[in-house]
Nanobody, 115 residues
Framework: QVQLVESGGGLVQPGGSLRLSCATS????????MGWYRQAPTKQRELVAT???????NYQDSVKDRFTISRDNTKNTLNLQMNNLKPEDTAVYYC?????????WGKGTLVTVSS
């Protein structure tokens, strides 16, 4: 079955960096657009970034120039490099894929930005 497993979250000070990864299995990774979403306490889940099968990227305005989404099609892995983190980036970060029949989510990884 389709599985998305996020890792790499944690506690970091403002201005710090984290790298999130999403290990995937159960589907053919290469042709699909992959995405990172996040949900902060009391807020709705929001799109952070997406990357197409060809490597085209799209970012939420608040993370442009700070976050970089990438994919490794040889390892079926999605990554998110997050630099210059801010307290408002605190959230649970989720990996997402929309297949032909339905979309799937990982269980998320918590990122806390605090001094």
């Amino acid at each position: 079955q389709v599985q998305l497993v996020e890792s790499g979250g944690g506690l970091v000070q403002p201005g710090g960096s984290l790298r999130l990864s999403c290990a995937t299995s159960g589907f053919f990774f290469t042709p699909y657009t992959m995405g990172w979403y996040r949900q902060a306490p009391t807020k709705q889940r929001e799109l952070v970034a997406t990357i197409s099968s060809g490597g085209s990227t799209n970012y939420q305005d608040s993370v442009k120039d700070r976050f970089t989404i990438s994919r490794d099609n040889t390892k079926n892995t999605l990554n998110l490099q997050m630099n210059n983190l801010k307290p408002e980036d605190t959230a649970v970060y989720y990996c997402n894929v929309k297949l032909t029949t339905r979309e799937y989510w990982g269980k998320g990884t918590l990122v806390t930005v605090s001094s």
